[in-house]
T-cell receptor, first 115, second 109 residues
Framework: DTGVSQDPRHKITKRGQNVTFRCDPI?????LYWYRQTLGQGPEFLTY????????KSRLLSDRFSAERPKGSFSTLEIQRTEQGDSAMYLC?????????????FGPGTRLLVL | GQQLNQSPQSMFIQEGEDVSMNCTSS?????WLWYKQDPGEGPVLLIA?????ELTSNGRLTAQFGITRKDSFLNISASIPSDVGIYFC?????????FGAGTRLTVKP
């Protein structure tokens, strides 16, 4: 078990460009979550998947954001037409949703800087 | 909506001292979690609490789920330099997890 992995670890982009991040969850986990974390704050929920179905989205997830988990394994988070306010750490977490008391395990995050 | 208040915001302690931090919520939750985050890394789960009144230890760490289900504390005994980092409490209710703003711990050798 290698844990949750995220790629890339760092991304610098110019305003207006599109970026895509990848998350590979723990292999037996059926739930996958995306969070955003800005400096000095705790992670904020963006969206989550159970298998390939996207079941919940936060109001933080604007139209420029889209997430997919096509085969119920890895997930991608795309941000279109990036803005400076998108600069943050994007965290992925996974869990096994077979019980009520599941806990989420986080990846190392992708730090995005929009210039 | 519910609010999750974590305190203190930061702590500066001497190596060997004990540390205590806590979280309170405006709502009742089913699960309390404590995470530690090192710079540039994702949060790492330290302790999970599932029942009101539950007291759980993980090495030098001890956490308790308050009887009212609206609060939790985390204690670190005999701190060491590698305890440095940001500690987050989080509430989990079904699939909804919300984090506190974190307690930044600095340990002076």
């Amino acid at each position: 078990d290698t844990g949750v992995s995220q790629d890339p670890r760092h991304k610098i982009t110019k305003r207006g460009q599109n970026v895509t991040f990848r998350c590979d969850p723990i292999s037996e986990h059926n739930r996958l979550y995306w969070y955003r974390q800005t400096l000095g704050q705790g992670p904020e929920f963006l969206t989550y998947f159970q298998n390939e179905a996207q079941l919940e989205k936060s109001r933080l997830l604007s139209d420029r954001f889209s997430a997919e988990r096509p085969k119920g394994s890895f997930s991608t988070l795309e941000i279109q037409r990036t803005e400076q306010g998108d600069s943050a750490m994007y965290l992925c977490a996974s869990s096994w949703g077979g019980t009520v008391q599941e806990t989420q395990y986080f990846g190392p995050g992708t730090r995005l800087l929009v210039l | 909506g519910q609010q999750l208040n974590q305190s203190p915001q930061s702590m500066f302690i001497q190596e060997g001292e004990d540390v205590s931090m806590n979280c309170t919520s405006s709502s009742i939750f089913n699960t309390w979690l404590w995470y530690k985050q090192d710079p540039g890394e994702g949060p790492v789960l330290l302790i999970a609490l599932y029942k009101a009144g539950e007291l759980t230890s993980n090495g030098r760490l001890t956490a308790q789920f308050g009887i009212t289900r609206k609060d939790s504390f985390l204690n670190i005994s005999a701190s060491i330099p590698s305890d440095v980092g940001i500690y987050f409490c989080a509430e989990l209710n079904n699939n909804d997890m919300r984090f506190g703003a974190g307690t930044r711990l600095t340990v002076k050798p």
